[in-house]
């Protein structure tokens, strides 16, 4: 009896060695197997619906481009629009963030998200276009908004099937706002450093010049009393060159600079901070980022994914279609409550703004220019370095 007591501790003891090491040689397996530009998956946030789903799904997904979810840019500002309509519906969210920037990583995150439930998937970003057009197609029950991009096949022609919603915003109001909100502020020495000349980045610029052209006229300066240096830094990274750069101009009177290129702000901020000058931020509202940032040019992301989530839900989404959010939507905007303004008030504000959607203030677009060198702007002088 005694040995066969020690026979069945010793049958135990095996199998029990043995299925703690099926288990890790399981979990090990499946890391090997895991592709090497297998997207990082993260819950959308500490919250009841996201956290424990009781089917395991999560139905509304976003994908991070090249940034983080807290960014305090773009992949950010999406995503509180995300958050936004997902707690107060009671929906299942969490978003995705691809290994590299590449298009397979994109559309493995795409599969990902399909894999894990996703219904509905937000794209911020042009870089999604590729990736954007291929899974239209490949996940015909699921559908896409993408920010700030059309779906192309990587000749540029956009292909918008009905599963997909391409929204745009009018980059060259928001631009013109804070060019306006600047001069009437007081500065008169600008800069306008840009990442890449993208269509939206070059859009705020030639905005940006616009505005400010448009309050020296109401203010009566002088003919050349504006200046602007102008630049693209042909990136989207904070680095030390970008400070450098951002510092030489500061240091040669320049007094605010509009920081038009994600990360790049970054560094347009450090340089501000040294030299006691002022920043305008781009995307979304920036002020936490730096005391330097007096205001930023808004696209009101936030918004737009809330209302398309609600679309979607409500069975009115506008698959197919190509938008552009503008004013008279609430599309773009500045910041007031957060903005650190010496004189330009909540008043000079609405009334301008009122202006922009009215169409009294007539902007120049893409159809009439490419750039500031082609803008008639007597009182604004502006520098364009290459």
């Given at each position: 009896m005694r040995s066969w007591r020690k026979l069945a501790v010793a049958v135990l003891a095996f199998v029990m060695i043995f299925s703690f090491s099926a288990c890790t040689n399981n979990q090990e397996g499946n890391k090997a197997e895991t592709p090497a530009n297998a997207p990082t998956e993260t819950p959308a946030a500490e919250t009841p619906a996201a956290e424990a789903?009781?089917?395991?799904?999560?139905?509304?997904?976003?994908?991070?481009?090249?940034?983080?979810?807290?960014?305090?840019?773009?992949?950010?500002?999406?995503?509180?629009?995300?958050?936004?309509?997902?707690?107060?519906?009671?929906?299942?969210?969490?978003?995705?963030?691809?290994?590299?920037?590449?298009?397979?990583?994109?559309?493995?995150?795409?599969?990902?998200?399909?894999?894990g439930g996703a219904k509905i998937i937000v794209c911020p970003g042009y870089l999604f276009e590729v990736p954007v057009f291929n899974a239209q197609d490949k996940y015909p029950d699921v559908s896409f908004i993408i920010l700030d991009g059309n779906p192309h096949s990587g000749d540029y022609k956009a292909v918008v099937k009905e599963n997909t919603l391409s929204i745009f915003y009018a980059e060259q109001e928001a631009g013109f706002l804070a060019g306006y909100a600047a001069v009437k502020d007081g500065y008169r020495k600008l800069g306008f450093m840009g990442g890449m000349a993208v269509p939206a980045v070059v859009r705020f610029g030639y905005g940006y010049v616009q505005g400010a052209e448009y309050a020296a006229e109401e203010l009566k300066l002088a003919d050349g009393?504006?200046?602007?240096?102008?630049?693209?830094?042909?990136?989207?990274?904070?680095?030390?060159?970008?400070?450098?750069?951002?510092?030489?101009?500061?240091?040669?009177?320049?007094?605010?600079?509009?920081?038009?290129?994600?990360?790049?702000?970054?560094?347009?901020?450090?340089?501000?901070?040294?030299?006691?000058?002022?920043?305008?931020?781009?995307?979304?509202?920036?002020?936490?980022?730096?005391?330097?940032?007096?205001?930023?040019?808004?696209?009101?992301?936030?918004?737009?994914?809330?209302d398309a989530l609600t679309e979607y839900y409500d069975n009115k989404f506008r698959g197919g279609e190509i938008l552009t959010l503008d004013a008279t939507v609430d599309g773009v905007q500045l910041p007031m409550e957060t903005s650190k303004f010496k004189t330009f008030t909540q008043e000079d504000y609405d009334a301008v703004y009122k202006k922009i959607i009215s169409k009294e203030i007539k902007l120049l677009g893409d159809q009439d220019v490419s750039g500031p060198k082609e803008l008639e702007t007597p009182k604004v002088v502006t520098e364009v370095i290459e």
């Open positions: 789903p009781k089917d395991g799904t999560y139905e509304i997904a976003l994908i991070t481009d090249v940034g983080t979810i807290d960014d305090k840019s773009f992949n950010q500002g999406a995503w509180e629009g995300v958050v936004a309509y997902a707690e107060e519906a009671v929906k299942t969210y969490k978003y995705y963030k691809p290994s590299e920037k590449s298009d397979d990583a994109y559309l493995t995150s795409i599969d990902l998200a399909v894999k009393e504006i200046k602007v240096k102008y630049t693209y830094v042909g990136n989207f990274d904070a680095t030390p060159e970008n400070m450098a750069k951002a510092a030489a101009w500061y240091n040669e009177g320049t007094e605010v600079i509009f920081a038009c290129g994600g990360a790049v702000g970054n560094s347009v901020m450090k340089a501000a901070e040294t030299a006691g000058t002022k920043v305008i931020g781009v995307d979304v509202d920036q002020a936490s980022e730096s005391d330097t940032v007096i205001t930023s040019s808004m696209k009101n992301l936030t918004k737009s994914v809330y």
